[in-house]
């Protein structure tokens, strides 16, 4: 998962002790899950800025709560509080990467534009500031040392490339994700990358054999998968110029790069059709095969897969192949397929095994011990005057000049979202919930309740991986003693690193929230723009008032009032044709509209919207009314509103227009306000 | 025929030549004798948005005319200029059916060109309702189907039932 791993891999600590057990969308009031990194575990980042390197972190983020996201702070949790002199990216779980949400250092500066008249993609504009820093960097100082933290959206959802990349893999997935996972093994033996010995897993049934689709769904999914390999080779391009701009400053060989590639197992949350919007699964609606197709249909078709009308993610069992040869993926903590990434490392002036493969066990706690070892800095006891936390990793440079050097990362627990896995001294003990990745629904979610499941009930699995890579044969019903013995351990782990409460990464679905505080009405004065996901007034499931106050010109004025997101989800309040209208998209499923029926007079004008929830529950219906200087006006139902969230920010006021405006542009006089009504609903 | 009632059928696809495969399916349950058809049309819409009637069969499966052969009803309902890259034949005249002598200009073209999106295909078709089963069964790889019941014999009821077959293809 994103943020555990990133966590541990900047603070060289397990992803529980520094308050990632989950994401910061699901933060809760657990030391665990907090997503506040605490004071006492520096990242290594801080480490080597204090130690005179220049430091910068480019690209995606996802490490502070989203509830700090915004001017207020505070921003000891933002990149720049991590150790990063500069930070450029997005602080979202994931971006569209045409319009990406930016922030630089610790303002959200919203979407950019491209360069030299091009439109604004987000891989290509990652490096481009990458490089910049780069050249800004040594232009000011010849010598001093610098770490970079490059990191892509892709390849996480959305898949969002450019026709021309997808197109140089037409036609080469039409075999099925079956047939190509026993080409992958076969190369990979080849390239000896895995054990001649090593046996393929075979497929899961809760993801359907290839064989068995129908034309039109083999057709679908072998787009779903094109899109994403030019989505992967687009970004290794990018990658590739990062690397020339290093090597023209002639630094290429002195330079450390460690490069490790995946979505912590290719991403299973595509659900078993690939979706057109990630965001229904993330808010946990089900969508039959035939209703993605139906949408996929309304947003653009195969033709507009990989376009910013679509938030698209592929299906399941392509993610399952391009973790081959391992079981399942990205949220099963307790299977390879779900942990195990590709790491190459490269230093040519220290590293003279060019191409040669090493099999230590490793782990994201080991990359910032091994870099500071290389830049020979020790572990400093206090940061700040903070007595810090023993890194959990280890260093292995020892392994760069010897294949045969020992393991020193022996022992090391996996959790993610219930799933997890003890490993120690080759041993592996899989305990695997029984949740597919890709739901998330309340009706599946209700049998994980507190006091509801019973972790250790469910089967285990015992692999021994020095004889079998691929974790392929359970040896737990001949081997008992090992299971006891690995099961006994991941408990006393949970206890030192935080892991308990098992699930609390999920307790939000539980309505175990943090508190929201009494101030339930938001003002946005003047001009306030991109406010992230966690800090828009949180309307769903309940009640809610938006008022404006207007000032509407003799000659009229039309413009957006406020909006939330697109088409994929949101809601604009905006004025056009003199009528105030509303527009709320429910995760491109539903549209609903409202249109005042009567004009809006000029001058001083208040408009309002009222939704009056059915009821304080998870997608609850409702009824709109729209007012006009309090006089209702229109109105509408609404059978859907979105539970969860939607992906992108709240905009308000002048700066969003629809359409070349014809008449002058409506500027709100001075406040618009947002009042959730029913404040002490947690939903 | 006179008493026979009729359904029309918008069907929409993902993948062209899929439809292609449908439309063939129709024609040959048409050649085999096992359905009648008033009309019946294979839109695609090009990647640059361009619709164009790939495929007609109108009064397949009737006396005196030939598969494929003829321009008609169904392509009589699409409006320029899509009509502009149909090359009308001359069996245009000899059509028959129930619904011929009627010019009906529904705008029907225009509006599915604009509803389905580039590098997709709609099949629609006019046939007897007593076959609807067989027609649901032979277009497999439609993703959305509306279907709309003819109620009358004129051009207006016609008109009304494409209308409410079109509206069925919109929203979720």
């Known amino acids: 998962m994103c943020s555990p791993t990133r966590a541990a891999l900047l603070t060289g600590r397990n992803h529980h002790a520094v308050g990632m057990g989950g994401i910061p969308e699901f933060s809760g009031g657990f030391p665990g899950y907090s997503a506040m990194l605490p004071r006492d575990a520096a990242p290594f980042p801080k480490i080597l800025k204090e130690n005179g390197y220049a430091t910068a972190g480019i690209g995606k983020w996802h490490l502070t709560p989203e509830k700090e996201q915004g001017p207020a702070g505070p921003f000891n949790h933002w990149p720049n509080a991590w150790g990063f002199d500069y930070y450029w990216g997005f602080l979202a779980p994931e971006a569209g990467q045409y319009d990406t949400m930016i922030s630089e250092n610790q303002k959200i500066i919203g979407v950019q534009e491209g360069r030299d008249g091009k439109p604004f993609y987000f891989p290509e504009a990652m490096t481009d500031q990458a490089i910049d820093w780069l050249h800004g960097v040594r232009g000011h100082d010849a010598e001093k040392p610098w770490m970079l933290y490059y990191s892509t959206g892709c390849s996480h959802a959305p898949h969002h490339v450019a026709k021309e990349w997808s197109d140089r893999y037409k036609g080469q997935f039409d075999q099925g994700w079956d047939k190509l996972r026993e080409e992958t093994f076969a190369r990979q033996k080849a390239l000896g990358v895995v054990p001649a010995d090593a046996q393929l897993t075979p497929r899961d049934a809760e993801m359907p054999a290839w064989d068995s689709l129908s034309e039109n769904s083999k057709r679908l999914f072998a787009h779903q998968m094109e899109v994403y390999a030019g989505y992967s080779e687009n970004a290794d391009h990018h990658v590739g110029r990062l690397l020339e701009s290093i090597e023209e400053m002639g630094e290429l060989d002195n330079t450390v790069v460690v490069w490790i590639w995946g979505d912590n197992g290719a991403s299973l949350e595509g659900t078993p059709t690939g979706t057109f919007n990630e965001g229904t699964m993330v808010n946990g609606l089900p969508l039959t095969d035939e209703e993605q197709m139906q949408l996929t249909l309304k947003w653009g078709g195969l033709e507009a897969w990989g376009t910013e009308m679509m938030y698209p993610h592929y299906a399941t069992a392509w993610a399952w192949a391009g973790n081959t040869p391992f079981q399942w993926g990205k949220q099963v903590g307790s299977h390879l397929g779900g942990t195990r990434n590709p790491l190459v490392i490269s230093w040519p002036d220290r590293i003279t095994d060019a191409g040669g493969l090493r099999s230590q066990f490793t782990h994201a706690t080991d990359i910032g011990p091994m870099l500071l070892d290389i830049a020979g800095i020790p572990q400093p006891d206090l940061v700040d005057g903070i007595a810090q936390q023993d890194f959990h990793g280890f260093s292995f440079t020892d392994t760069f000049a010897d294949p045969n050097a020992p393991e020193h990362h022996t022992q090391q627990y996996f959790e993610n979202f219930g799933n997890r896995a003890m490993y120690k001294d080759g041993w592996w003990l899989a305990m695997r919930m029984p949740r597919t990745p890709w739901r998330l629904d309340p009706a599946l979610l209700a049998k994980f309740a507190p006091g509801v499941w019973d972790p250790d009930a469910d089967p285990v699995e015992l692999y021994y991986l020095p004889d079998d890579f691929a974790q392929a044969n359970d040896l737990s019903a001949t081997h008992p003693e090992k299971v006891k013995e690995l099961t006994t351990l991941f408990w006393e782990e949970a206890d030192t690193y935080h892991i308990k409460p098992l699930l609390a990464g999920f307790s939000p679905f539980f309505g175990i929230l943090p508190p929201l505080g009494a101030n339930s009405k938001v003002t946005y004065y003047g001009n306030v723009q991109n406010i992230a996901p966690g800090v828009v007034p949180r309307i769903y499931n309940h009640s809610y008032t938006i008022s404006a106050d207007l000032l509407i010109p003799e000659s009229g004025a039309e413009g957006v009032i406020v909006a939330d997101a697109n088409h994929l989800g949101g809601f604009t309040l905006y004025v056009e044709d003199g009528k105030l209208k509303h527009t709320y998209a429910f995760l491109g499923v539903f549209e609903y509209r409202q249109v005042s029926t009567e004009s809006l007079p000029t001058g001083e004008v208040n408009v309002e919207l009222v939704f009056a929830a059915d009821e304080a529950k998870p997608a609850t219906p409702g009824q709109v009314t729209l007012f006009i200087n309090g006089k209702p006006v229109g109105g509408g139902r609404m059978d859907h509103t979105v539970p969860f969230r939607v992906q992108r920010l709240l905009r308000h006021g002048h700066r969003i227009r629809r359409r070349p405006r014809r008449r002058p542009e409506l500027r709100p006089q001075g406040t618009v306000r947002v009042h959730r009504h029913r404040p002490e609903g947690r939903l | ?172």
């Open chain 2, 1 to 172: 025929m006179a008493d026979t009632e009729f359904d029309v059928i918008i069907a929409a696809y993902l993948i062209p030549d899929l439809a292609q495969e449908d439309f063939d399916a129709m024609v040959r349950l048409v050649a085999d004798k096992r359905l009648e058809v008033e009309g019946v049309a294979l839109v695609t819409i090009a990647t640059d948005g361009t619709p164009t009637v790939q495929q007609t069969g109108d009064h397949l499966g009737r006396k005196g005319l030939t598969i494929g052969g003829g321009v008609g009803l169904v392509v009589g309902l699409f409006a320029p200029p899509l009509l502009a890259s149909v090359v009308v034949g001359g069996a245009a005249g000899a059509l028959v059916g129930r619904f011929a002598k009627h010019k009906v200009d529904s705008g029907l073209g225009e509006k599915l060109g604009a509803a389905l999106p580039p590098g997709t295909a709609g099949l629609i078709a006019i046939y007897d309702r007593s076959k609807a089963d067989v027609v649901d069964k032979t277009l497999v790889s439609a993703v959305k189907k509306s279907v709309a019941e003819v109620d009358g014999g004129g051009a207006k009821e016609l008109k009304a039932a494409l209308a409410e077959a079109q509206a069925g293809m919109g929203g979720g």
